[in-house]
């Protein structure tokens, strides 16, 4: 069936520098992608988006990038922070032109070390 | 600050009993989403509605869940009867139409 999945399950990164994490999709029919972020004992945050007509945004200090021809989804984090210390979900929407039905990959643990 | 409301935060129950969790959407959205996640299956969506009506509710264990939205402002999501392979956290979201969905904080349910 169809999946989100992601390359790395952890990462770590030193303060300050920048962070990437990798997510692949499968659905070439998906049409809107999210990440999340998620700190322990709380729910997922949402951090920046991206339609499929697009190949990149920006935000404030991440940057999402879409590659639909390898069916890639990226995550950069510049200057990485404490705070950044969370795990990491791509979500893929799976109906579209509707209510977001989301598929999430496995997510990927970020530890940002001082 | 809008926010998604769910109660109880934490529920701790015996196999075979009924559990009821909540949320309260924020205000405004019309879509709203039941989620589980587990250290084995990650997030998984059981169920949402738009305009209280369900939608989809293909990936919840119909023998047992049942979701409903009684009003706007409030949407349950029940398990009769519990059982050990349902302990997981459960999360509540809300958005409008297909905008971005919103989690509330989750109900961390553990049943023995």
């Known amino acids: 069936g169809e999946s989100v999945g992601l390359h790395l399950p952890t990462l770590s990164v030193q303060e300050g520098d920048n962070s990437i994490i990798n997510c692949a999709y499968s659905?070439?029919?998906?049409?809107?992608f999210i990440w999340y972020k998620q700190e322990s004992g709380k729910g997922p945050q949402f951090i920046i988006d991206?339609?499929?007509?697009?190949d990149k945004r920006q935000g404030q200090r991440v940057t999402v990038l879409l590659n639909k021809t390898v069916k890639h989804l990226s995550l950069q984090i510049a200057a990485t922070q404490p705070g950044d210390s969370a795990v990491y979900f791509c979500?893929?929407?799976?109906?579209?032109?509707?209510?977001?039905?989301?598929?999430f990959g496995q997510g990927t643990r970020l530890t940002i070390n001082p | 600050d809008a926010r998604v409301t769910q109660t109880p935060r934490h529920k701790v129950t015996e196999m075979g009993q009924e559990v009821t969790m909540r949320c309260q959407p924020i205000?405004?959205?019309?879509?709203v989403f039941w989620y589980r996640q587990t250290m084995m299956q990650g997030l998984e969506l059981l169920a949402y509605?738009?305009?209280?009506?369900?939608?989809?509710d293909s990936g919840m264990p119909k023998d047992r869940f049942s979701a409903e939205m009684p009003d706007a402002t409030l949407a349950t999501l029940k398990i009769q009867p519990s059982e050990p392979r349902d302990s997981a956290v459960y999360f509540c979201?809300?958005?409008?139409?297909?905008?971005?969905?919103?989690f509330g904080p989750g109900t961390r349910l553990t049943v023995l």
């Open positions: 509605f738009r305009n209280r009506a369900p939608l989809d």
């Open positions: 205000l405004g959205h019309n879509t």
């Open positions: 991206i339609r499929s007509n697009m």
């Open positions: 659905n070439s029919a998906s049409d809107y």
């Open positions: 979500a893929e929407n799976t109906t579209p032109q509707g209510a977001q039905k989301l598929v």
């Open positions: 979201a809300s958005g409008f139409d297909a905008d971005t969905q919103y």
